[in-house]
C-alpha cells in the first residue's frame, strides 16, 4: 500500500494544496503552526472521517469544526494511493457527508461497499483499504507524538501499553482496570461475616428487622388520606429523581466529551484521590447522620429562625455567576487575535509581493512599448500584452489579498471588543463576589459555597425539628444508639485522614488539595471527580436539559421535606402496630436486594474467572511474537547495545545491556531510550496486524533521539514500503543528506 498525493482542496488553512509523495521515506517539513497538524488531521479524515467510532448513531468530534476551511465555504479533498495492482482516488467532502471511491484504472466506484460501514455509520475508507478501525490504525502505523512528555512516568507507561496491546490488540485499552475493577465491585459486595459490605450490612438489616417484627401481631387501618397524599408525592419524587438521572447522563456525556479534548492534549494526572474521596463521602455521611440524631433527640422546642430566603437567594446568586464565569472562561479571545494577527502579517506581505509584481509588470510593458517605437519595429508592441496581462491578474490577486485583509482587521476588532467586554462582565462578577465574601466573612469560593449550603441545610433541619416536635414524642431509643456510634465511627476515620494531611476540616482539606495543582491539571482532575462522581450512580433512562441540576435538586430536597412531614404525620397517627407492615415490606426489599447482590456477586466471580483466563490466554499468544520483533529492531536501533527484552509474568519489563553485561529495568533508561523502545514497539505491531503494508506516519517523534540513532532508526524506516515523517527540525533531513539516502522532501 502506498499513498501517492494528498490534494487538500479545502482544509483548515490549505486551499488547493497538492503533496506529492513516492516510495520509501517522505518528509514533510514545515515550522510550529505551518500546518503540519492539519495535514495529520486531512489523513485521519479522510480515511476515517471526523466521527466518533460508533455503531449506533453518527457523532461528529472536535476535530472536525477544528479543520473547517477559513476562507471558504466548501471542505473537501482527496487522497491518490495504490496498492502495487491498482491505483484508486479517495475523495470525502466534509460540508456534505459525501464520500466518492474510484478504481482509477477502471473506472469503477467502490463506494458502495459493505465494507466501509464495519465500524461505524459513516463510511471509512480505512477499513476498506487497511482492514482494521481507527483505534487499531493509530496503535499501529500512526505515531502522532512521542510517548510521554514525562520522564518518570514514560517506563510504566510504555509497559502499561504492550501489556494492553498484547491482551486487547489496542494498546489505549486496559483489561487490568476492567479487571480491578471487578474485583474492586466482588469486594464490596463481600459475604454476611462482613458486616461493612453490601451483604453484610444486609443481613445485619434483616436480623434487626426479624427480631423487631416478631413482637408485632397485625396491621391496623392507616388513614387514606394521608397515604394518597405521600403517594403522590413519592411519585412526583420519582419522576424528579428521574429527570435528575437524565440530566447527570447529559452531564456526563459532556464531561466525558470535554475530558478527551483536554486529555488530547498529553496532560497527565499524577494525583490519588483515594482519601480525598473518602473524605468528602465520610463529610456528607456525617452530615447526613447529624441530622438523623437531631431529629432523633428532638425536644419539643418551639423556637424557630429562619433566614432561609436570604441564604436561598444569596446562594442562587453565587451559582448563577460561577456558572457564567465558567462558560466566559471557555472563550479564549486573546488566542483567536494571536492567530488572526499573525495571518495579517503574512496577507499584508503578500500584498507587497503582489503590488511589485504589478508595477514590475506594468513598467517592463512600458519598455517594450518605447523600444519597439525607437527602432521603428512596431510588430513587438504585441509582446507588451504579456505583462499587461499578466499584471491585470496581479491585481486581481492583490486585491483578493486586500479584501482578506480588510475581513481579517474586522474580525480583529470585534474579537477585541468581546475580549473587553468578557473582561468588564468578569469585573462586575468580581464585584459580586467581593460582596458576598465581605457578608459572610469569607476569603474565597470554596468556603463561601460551603457556608452557604451549610445554612441552607441548617435552616431545613430546623424546620424538620419544628414541624415534627409537633407529631413525634417518642423515638426509638435503639435507633439514636446506633446513629451516635456511626457519626463516632465516620468521625474517627475522617479524622485518621485529616491527621495524615496535617489539616483541621473538610474545607482545609479541599483548599490543601486545590493548591497542590496547577489550573489545567485541576480541571481534568474536578472533571474526573465529577465523572466518577456521576458513574456511580444509576444514569439509565431519557437525556433531560429543561432544567439544570440544583434546580432539580432543590426541588427533591422539597419534595423529600414534604414527604418526611407526611410521613411523621402518619407515623404519629397510626397506632403502634403499624410498623408491622413497614417491617414486612422493608423485608421483602432487602430479601431482594440480598438476592439481587448474591446474583451479582456469583456473576462477577464466573466473570474474573473467565477474565483472568483469557488475559492469561491472550498473552501467551501473542507476546513472544510481539517480544521478538521489538528486540530485533531496537538492537538495530541502538548499534546492538540493547538486544534482548525479558517479561515476567507480572508484566516487568527488563532490557539486557551489552555493555553492562547486565540487565536493567525500563525506569534506569533515559526518555530517548524508552522512545525508541516505544517506536520498536509500534512497528512491530504493524507487522504482526497487518500484511498489507500499510504506509508508517510519525508525527514529530524524533525529539528525543541522538544523531547515532536516529541515523538508524531512519535507515531502518527507510527498508519500509512508505514512511511518511512530519517535522519541525532539519534534524532529519541533515542526517539523510550525510547517509547519501533518497528520500522525497516537502516544505509546507
Known amino acids: 500500500m502506498k499513498f501517492n498525493e494528498f490534494g487538500l482542496l479545502n482544509f483548515g488553512k490549505f486551499e488547493d494544496k497538492i503533496i506529492h509523495l513516492e516510495d520509501g521515506l517522505n518528509i514533510i517539513y514545515g515550522e510550529n503552526e505551518g500546518g503540519k497538524s492539519t495535514i495529520v488531521n486531512f489523513i485521519d479524515g479522510i480515511f476515517y472521517g471526523f466521527s466518533k467510532d460508533s455503531l449506533k448513531k453518527k457523532i461528529k468530534d472536535d476535530i472536525y469544526d477544528k479543520s473547517k476551511p477559513w476562507n471558504s465555504n466548501l471542505y473537501k479533498g482527496y487522497i491518490n494511493l495504490s496498492d502495487g495492482k491498482k491505483d484508486y482516488r479517495i475523495s470525502r467532502d466534509f460540508e456534505n457527508d459525501t464520500l466518492n471511491i474510484l478504481d482509477i484504472y477502471k473506472g469503477e466506484e467502490l463506494t458502495d461497499s459493505d465494507k466501509l460501514y464495519e465500524y461505524s455509520r459513516i463510511p471509512q475508507p480505512g477499513a476498506l483499504f487497511f482492514d482494521i478501525n481507527r483505534k487499531m490504525y493509530c496503535s499501529s502505523f500512526f505515531l502522532s507524538q512521542r510517548l510521554s512528555q514525562v520522564e518518570e512516568d514514560a517506563a510504566n507507561e510504555l509497559k502499561q501499553r504492550i501489556d494492553n496491546f498484547s491482551v486487547s490488540s489496542n494498546e489505549n485499552f486496559n483489561y487490568n482496570k476492567v479487571l480491578e475493577k471487578m474485583e474492586e465491585d466482588l469486594y464490596k459486595l463481600g459475604t454476611n461475616k462482613r458486616k461493612t459490605s453490601d451483604i453484610g450490612r444486609l443481613y445485619s438489616e434483616l436480623d434487626k428487622i426479624n427480631n423487631e417484627s416478631s413482637s408485632l401481631v397485625h396491621i391496623r387501618d392507616k388513614y387514606n388520606e394521608v397515604l394518597d397524599e405521600l403517594n403522590k408525592k413519592n411519585q412526583r419524587l420519582n419522576e424528579l429523581k428521574d429527570n435528575l438521572r437524565g440530566r447527570k447522563l447529559f452531564e456526563l456525556q459532556n ?56 441564604y436561598e437567594e444569596d446562594y442562587i446568586n453565587f451559582r448563577n455567576i460561577n456558572d457564567r464565569l465558567n462558560e466566559l472562561n471557555l472563550d479564549n479571545f486573546s488566542k483567536e487575535m494571536e492567530i488572526i494577527s499573525s495571518d495579517l502579517v503574512n496577507i499584508k506581505n503578500n500584498g507587497n509581493f503582489y503590488l511589485l509584481k504589478i508595477i514590475s509588470s506594468f513598467l517592463l510593458s512600458v519598455l517594450i512599448i518605447v523600444l519597439s517605437i525607437y527602432f521603428k519595429n512596431y510588430f513587438f508592441i504585441i509582446l507588451s500584452l504579456i505583462p499587461l496581462t499578466y499584471s491585470y491578474f496581479r491585481v486581481l490577486r492583490y486585491r483578493e489579498n486586500r479584501d482578506l485583509q480588510n475581513r481579517l482587521k474586522n474580525k480583529l476588532v470585534i474579537l477585541k471588543k468581546k475580549s473587553v467586554e468578557k473582561t468588564l462582565e468578569k469585573q462586575k462578577y468580581d464585584r459580586e463576589f467581593e460582596i458576598l465574601y465581605n457578608k459572610y466573612n469569607v476569603s474565597n469560593t470554596t468556603e463561601l459555597s460551603q457556608i452557604l449550603e451549610n445554612n441552607r441545610l441548617e435552616n431545613v433541619k430546623r424546620l424538620s425539628k419544628k414541624e415534627f416536635n409537633k407529631l413525634v414524642e417518642d423515638r426509638n431509643r435503639e435507633e439514636l444508639i446506633d446513629t451516635k456510634n456511626k457519626i463516632k465511627e465516620f468521625e474517627d476515620e475522617i479524622y485518621y485522614i485529616f491527621d495524615k494531611y496535617g489539616v483541621n476540616n473538610i474545607s482545609e482539606f479541599k483548599n490543601k488539595f486545590n493548591d497542590f495543582k496547577d489550573a489545567s491539571i485541576n480541571e481534568i482532575n474536578n472533571i474526573k471527580l465529577q465523572i466518577k462522581d456521576l458513574s456511580r450512580e444509576d444514569l439509565g433512562g431519557e437525556i433531560y436539559q429543561e432544567s439544570d441540576i440544583s434546580d432539580i435538586e432543590n426541588k427533591i430536597r422539597n419534595e423529600n421535606l414534604e414527604i418526611s412531614n407526611l410521613e411523621g404525620v402518619l407515623s404519629a397517627l397510626e397506632d403502634s402496630l403499624s410498623k408491622y407492615r413497614s417491617l414486612k415490606e422493608k423485608s421483602y426489599e432487602l430479601n431482594r436486594r440480598l438476592e439481587k447482590l448474591e446474583h451479582n456477586k456469583e456473576v462477577l466471580e464466573f466473570s474474573i474467572s473467565k477474565l483472568k483466563s483469557f488475559m492469561k490466554s491472550r498473552r501467551e499468544d501473542s507476546l513472544p511474537a510481539i517480544k521478538n520483533n521489538i528486540e530485533k529492531i531496537i538492537s538495530q536501533i541502538t548499534d546492538s547495545k540493547y538486544d534482548e527484552i525479558l517479561i515476567d509474568d507480572k508484566f516487568n519489563i527488563k532490557i539486557y545491556d551489552n555493555d553492562l553485561n547486565d540487565y536493567v529495568d525500563l525506569s534506569s533508561l533515559s526518555i530517548g531510550t ?75
Open 674 to 748: 524508552i522512545d525508541q523502545i516505544y517506536l520498536s514497539f509500534r512497528l512491530s505491531i504493524s507487522k504482526i496486524i497487518s500484511d498489507k503494508n500499510i504506509p508508517i506516519i510519525l508525527d514529530s517523534h524524533f525529539d528525543s533521539y541522538d544523531d547515532n540513532r536516529l541515523y538508524n532508526t531512519l535507515s531502518i524506516l527507510g527498508e519500509n514500503n512508505q514512511t511518511i515523517i512530519f517535522t519541525s527540525t532539519k534534524r532529519e533531513i541533515e542526517i539523510l543528506n550525510k547517509m547519501n539516502r533518497n528520500y522525497n522532501l516537502i516544505n509546507i
Open 255 to 310: 464531561l466525558k466529551e470535554k475530558l478527551k479534548t483536554l486529555e488530547d492534549k498529553n496532560i497527565k494526572d499524577e494525583l490519588n484521590y483515594e482519601d480525598y474521596d473518602r473524605a468528602i463521602e465520610l463529610n456528607k455521611l456525617i452530615r447526613f447522620y447529624l441530622n438523623k440524631l437531631d431529629s432523633l433527640m428532638i425536644d419539643n422546642d418551639d423556637e424557630f429562625i429562619s433566614d432561609e430566603t436570604d
